[in-house]
């Protein structure tokens, strides 16, 4: 076997014929426009994110004719990749959607992996080496060195379970969505985090985005008159995303009354905790990979139903105040409704949350939110805002557990550190001003200089030895803390 053939015996491969001269195509976050395209080899195990724009089909061979009146809506393709595993697709661009056999139904999607056949051949593709080597010149090569840190970032905690839950898999275990695939929230008209509507980002290459509204939905009447239906689970094989269901407006349990309604229309404590319980298995960091999931749709995609998504989720978890708190401390709250929250702090899920964060903000461009999405920005500060408020609460009694157990230190000591690097990150990157956990040891310069601290605070620097020492926790080992 030549050292070509072996390379590719080693890694997965994925071939995409019949893309026109012209489209545009891209993987794990990169895009280019096509010339002589096939597919791309060298893919490591595990997940990637196709996405493509198909041009116009062309008599001409220039490729300019193929781009003159732009491309098409855009479509993804998500698949978690077996190693030396090879896939085999052909795109239709009369009907823009994956070609079938002549005669072929439309396939059926499956929303659980559960579904897929005993034998895994429906994931088999037979192709000789020969056809192979005659792509070659027209098969990308994966920069896993270079995509590797960040892709990770952006999808680590998606799974081949989170995929079939949301958006489907097909008989090939692929994801597939585009740009106008709605949610079930947009169906029922109770699309989180604010009024519903269907629509499309309009984008020419190189121009500034359009928002384009289709359908609107009334918004209700606000949390005094709060739609109190449940929003109805589509069909399993409805063609839509279906993300964890809840409207924030209406986040208080059913029954509270005063002062409880209050404190959990404010708070998403309860409301985080029910959609945990109830819709994620009890697994929290299946949250994480819904915003992981919902970010690279509506960055990558344009789907916009993934944008009310991913500002839901987003302000869902910066608002969880009370679960920023030790569950121990719990005991001594009077509310009825304490119990029925995580039987754990989520302490480990915002240091995740952080660094989930921090990874898309590396990934957008600096005048993302200027040119592209202003409205989202102010959204994401104020929940930031609450999040902050949170942690500054809780630092109390996280230091007070910590002086008794040194891996409680070392986790919150993490949940410090990683937001002192995102607010570093976004004042050089977007200007902002997150701030500092108030009362922490965490150093941070805000675009005015050193923002103020009390007189008990010192530098992170003047920690970086002896018993005070910083503690770095990676994802692994929260997780393993979460139990």
């Known amino acids: 076997m030549d050292k070509w053939a072996a390379k590719l015996s080693q890694d997965a491969l994925l071939v995409l014929s019949g893309l026109p001269r012209g489209s545009e195509f891209g993987f794990d976050g990169r895009l280019w426009v096509v010339d002589q395209f096939a597919g791309v080899k060298f893919l490591p195990a595990g997940l990637h994110f196709f996405v493509f724009s198909a041009a116009p089909t062309s008599t001409s061979d220039s490729p300019s004719a193929s781009t003159e009146h732009g491309v098409g809506a855009r479509h993804g393709l998500l698949r978690f990749f077996r190693r030396g595993e090879r896939v085999v697709l052909e795109w239709d661009n009369a009907r823009e959607e994956v070609k079938r056999a002549p005669g072929a139904p439309p396939p059926k999607r499956r929303r659980t992996t559960a579904q897929a056949p005993a034998d895994d051949t429906a994931r088999e593709t037979v192709i000789s080496e020969e056809y192979l080597q005659s792509l070659d010149k027209s098969l990308a090569a994966y920069p896993a060195d270079e995509l590797r840190e960040q892709w990770g970032g952006l999808a680590g905690f998606v799974s081949e379970g989170t995929l079939a839950r949301v958006v489907g898999l097909d008989e090939q275990a692929c994801a597939l969505c585009d740009a106008l695939m709605g949610s079930s ?187 592209q999405l202003p409205s989202l920005e102010q959204h994401l500060l104020d929940s930031l805002g609450h999040l902050s408020q949170a942690l500054s609460d809780a630092l109390p009694a996280w230091e007070e557990l910590g002086a008794r157990d040194a891996q409680v230190a070392g986790v919150w000591r993490e949940v410090v550190r990683r937001w002192d690097a995102l607010a570093k990150a976004t004042t050089a990157k977007f200007g902002w001003d997150l701030g500092i956990i108030r009362g922490s040891r965490a150093k941070y310069l805000s675009t005015a200089g050193r923002s103020q601290r009390d007189d008990d605070e010192v530098d992170l620097e003047d920690l970086e030895e002896g018993e005070d020492a910083p503690v770095v926790v990676d994802d692994e080992g929260l997780q393993e803390y979460y139990g």
Do not use: M
């Open 185 to 371: 929230q947009d169906e029922a008209g109770a699309v989180p985090g604010g009024p519903s509507a269907r629509r499309t980002w309009g984008k020419e290459r190189e121009e500034e985005p359009e928002v384009r509204e289709v359908v609107d939905v009334d918004d209700g009447e606000g949390e005094g008159g709060a739609v109190d239906k449940e929003v109805s689970a589509a069909p399993p094989d409805s063609g839509l995303l279906e993300f964890v269901r809840f409207d924030d407006r209406r986040s208080w349990p059913e029954g509270a009354v005063g002062a409880e309604l209050t404190r959990w229309s404010k708070d998403k404590s309860w409301q985080l905790s029910r959609v945990v319980q109830e819709q994620l298995q009890n697994e929290p960091k299946e949250l994480l990979a819904e915003l992981q999931l919902a970010f690279i749709l509506f960055t990558l995609v344009h789907n916009f139903s993934s944008l009310s998504t991913y500002k839901a989720l987003f302000s869902l978890i910066c608002r969880a105040s009370t679960l920023a708190h030790p569950a121990s401390r719990r005991q001594d709250d009077t509310s009825t409704y304490t119990a029925d929250l995580l039987a754990e702090s989520a302490l480990p899920l915002f240091a995740s949350f952080l660094s989930t964060f921090h990874a898309q903000v590396d990934f957008l461009e600096e005048t993302f939110f200027t040119t």
